[in-house]
Nanobody
């Protein structure tokens, strides 16, 4: 079955960086476009970034453009989210997901202190 395991979250200060990873299994990863979402307390889940199956095309939410980079390694069945210049408003649980499909992983908590 589909498994998505996010990791790499933690507590950082404003301006810091984190790199999130999402290890995927149970499907043909190299054929799947992937996304990162986030959900802050009391807010709806928000789409953060999308990457095509081969990694050539990416899209970002305006709120993270220029600070976050999505990438993937199809040899490792892993998608990444490099987050730089973090702000307190980036605090959320971050999830990865296939573009097609409804399965969600458990997420990883990112907390940015001011």
């Amino acid at each position: 079955q589909v498994q998505l395991v996010e990791s790499g979250g933690g507590l950082v200060h404003t301006g810091g960086s984190l790199r999130l990873s999402c290890a995927a299994s149970g499907f043909t990863f190299s054929n799947a476009a992937m996304r990162w979402y986030r959900q802050a307390p009391g807010k709806e889940r928000e789409l953060v970034a999308t990457i095509s199956s081969a990694g050539r095309d990416t899209n970002y939410a305006r709120s993270v453009m220029g600070r976050f980079t999505i990438s993937r390694d199809n040899t490792k069945n892993t998608v990444y989210l490099q987050m730089n210049s973090l702000k307190p408003e980036d605090t959320a649980v971050y999830y990865c997901k296939k573009v097609v499909g409804s399965f969600w992983g458990q997420g990883t908590q990112v907390t940015v202190s001011s």
